[in-house]
């Protein structure tokens, strides 16, 4: 079984602070990873990819990828009010991305 | 270029009854993948289509089917609706090779049974 573990939150960060969201994953023959963003009641928006163990950036997000600590994390710098969502982590294997339940991030202005 | 678009938004099926959901795929994609969202939950993958045949499945049982049209547009049909089939399903559409760097979901279709 093919799992992907997120901590459900809700993670609460003030307004202009670093929100830093976590995600573990079972299945070592995942290729790609991704972060994606979900307002209530629409749908996935993809933020964030990383395919490579390091860091990688965009804006104020950076992702970083541990592939021997089955490890993923979500760096939301100088965080608004806007980010305030639900964000899940989504690993991609054989043609299907397997999705973590998601962690509710709430910035406080 | 068009985004990915699923119709109807929002529908509400009695327990028992069968369902359609569609979904028009981005232009140039002819691979379409759906998921089921249940509240508080991830998406769960139901299946894939390529070139009008089903590739890929998850772990849903035969009631749900699906189809591929040759404009690439796709198709999920639940039969016998149960109350858990309560859920924002979701389509998105891809180049073969290319899910692998991300989906674009559409906007989802909102299923209630009750």
């Known amino acids: 079984q093919k799992e992907v573990e997120q901590n459900s939150g809700p993670l609460s960060v003030p307004e202009g602070a670093i929100a830093s969201l976590n995600c573990t994953y079972s299945?070592?023959?995942?290729?790609?990873f991704f972060w994606y963003r979900q307002y209530s009641g629409k749908s996935p928006e993809l933020i964030m990819s990383i395919y490579s163990n390091g860091d990688k950036e965009d804006g104020r997000f950076t992702a970083q990828l541990n592939k021997a600590s089955q490890y993923v994390s979500l760096l939301i710098r100088d965080s608004q009010p806007s980010d305030s969502a639900t964000y899940l982590c989504a690993p991609y294997s054989n043609y299907q991305l397997i999705w973590g339940a998601g962690t509710k991030l709430i910035i406080k202005p | 270029e068009t985004g990915v678009t699923q119709s109807p938004t929002h529908l509400i099926k009695t327990r028992g009854q069968q369902v359609t959901l569609r979904c028009s795929s981005q232009s140039g994609h002819n691979t379409v993948s759906w998921y089921q969202q249940a509240l508080g939950q991830g998406p769960q993958f139901i299946f894939q289509y390529y070139r009008e045949e089903e590739n890929g499945r998850g772990n849903f049982p035969p009631r749900f089917s699906g189809l591929q049209f040759p404009n690439y547009s796709s198709e999920l049909n639940v039969n016998a609706l149960e109350l858990d089939d309560s859920a924002l399903y979701l389509c998105?559409?891809?180049?073969?090779?290319?899910?692998?760097?991300?989906?674009?979901f559409g906007s989802g279709t909102r299923l209630t049974v009750v």
């Open positions: 998105a559409s891809s180049l073969p090779g290319t899910a692998r760097y991300g989906y674009t």
């Open positions: 299945d070592r023959g995942s290729q790609s």
